[in-house]
């Protein structure tokens, strides 16, 4: 099953708009959003719109996109009762329908950059820092390569069915990603089926010191690494290559 397919499906859209919270670097970013005045926002990949509740109400204007229609069908009758706000389907690859310089912030959650490839992910990143305005500020999240092995380790369970899950698991995981542990090696990110019981696509990991660099390479200005679990800055390489967090947080300046 695509991405695309898995977002367009009833069940995926069940699931996501049953989410209502923010990561722990979200809530960092809130409050930044909330002494800002009135900004410009563009939420990408908003699902269902787990980040909408949150942040539409703190700008002059908020855009949320989707390339799922069923997602975007689901946020305009989940979120009618706020004023104002655009809901509409479109690709992070190509959002020409944004003049450049547009928002004065970009947001890409819940690792949504993870689900295209390299060369549609530097895409994505060129678009995104072409509708920040100067100045302006961009976050998304993203897998963690560092903990890829976890993935390749046998879980115990003493119940036989578990056990049976447990083996195909593993069986799957290695077969799928039989180049991705040498990809990793060479490049520092790699394509990975990492078992996600929805959705059997591939997903991107890359290690938090190569993500740093691929964005410098794209331009970017100064670049803030968070922890998914705590928020706090990773403030050093060293911290990023021991870091064990399943994915990070970059925020840019444009």
Known sequence: MSHREFYESPEAVRYYASLNYLEAPENMFLK???????????????????????????????TGI?????????????????PGIILQQGDARNMKEFPGDSFDIVLFSFNG??????????????EM??????GGIILFSSHNLNIIGQ??????S???????????????IYSINKQSRKEAES???CTFYDGDA??????????PEVQCRQLREAGFGKINVYSMLTGKTITSEEEMIRSKDNWLYYECIK
């Open 32 to 62: 930044k959003i909330t002494a800002m005045k009135q900004p410009v926002m563009l939420d990408i990949g908003i699902g269902a719109g787990r980040t909408t509740r949150y942040f539409a109400p703190l700008t002059a204007s908020y």
């Open 66 to 82: 989707d390339f799922s229609k069923s997602m975007i069908d689901a946020c305009k009758k989940r979120f009618a009762d706020i």
């Open 113 to 126: 950059l993870d689900t295209l490839s390299h060369e549609d992910r530097l895409l994505a990143l060129s």
């Open 129 to 134: 820092k072409r509708v920040a305005r100067p």
């Open 151 to 156: 993935y390749f380790r046998f879980r115990l």
């Open 158 to 172: 003493l119940s036989p069915i578990g056990l049976l899950r447990e083996i195909k698991r593993l069986v799957k």
């Open 187 to 189: 490049a520092g990110y």
């Open 198 to 207: 929805g959705n059997n696509a591939l997903h991107y990991f890359i290690r």
